[in-house]
């Protein structure tokens, strides 16, 4: 089992940057792919950027070029480097790992972009 905990969120300007961290209670070095993803209000959860283990990466339309997400396999956290936040950036964020077939998710940390 695999427990995440996210952290970073909070209330920015737009136009301002955040950097979100997602601690893993077990070893990330072997998990190929991790992710962030979002849930504005009254919106489905969509995926903003995903990881590989050979830090291949991919991201959302909506977050090119603004975002950046990384990963420290010693540290065993994942990274996601907001910057240009956008009002329809507001949301909550949870990382996601695939380990063995089953999914973990954490509890989410909020972001407010405030126009």
């Known amino acids: 089992q695999v427990q995440l905990v996210e952290s970073g969120g909070g209330l920015v300007q737009a136009g301002g940057s955040l950097r979100l961290s997602c601690a893993a209670s077990?070893?990330?070095?072997?998990?190929?792919?991790m992710g962030w993803y979002r849930q504005a209000p009254g919106k489905e959860r969509e995926l903003v950027a995903v990881?590989?283990?050979?830090?291949?990466?991919n991201y959302a339309e909506s977050v090119k070029g603004r975002f950046t997400i990384s990963r420290d396999n010693y540290r065993n956290t994942m990274y996601l480097q907001m910057n240009s936040l956008k009002p329809e950036d507001t949301g909550v964020y949870y990382c996601?790992?695939?380990?063995?077939?089953?999914?973990?998710w954490g509890k989410g940390t909020l972001v407010t972009v405030s126009s």
């Open positions: 077990a070893r990330i070095f072997s998990i190929n792919r």
């Open positions: 990881i590989t283990s050979g830090s291949n990466t």
């Open positions: 996601n790992v695939a380990v063995r077939g089953l999914d973990y």
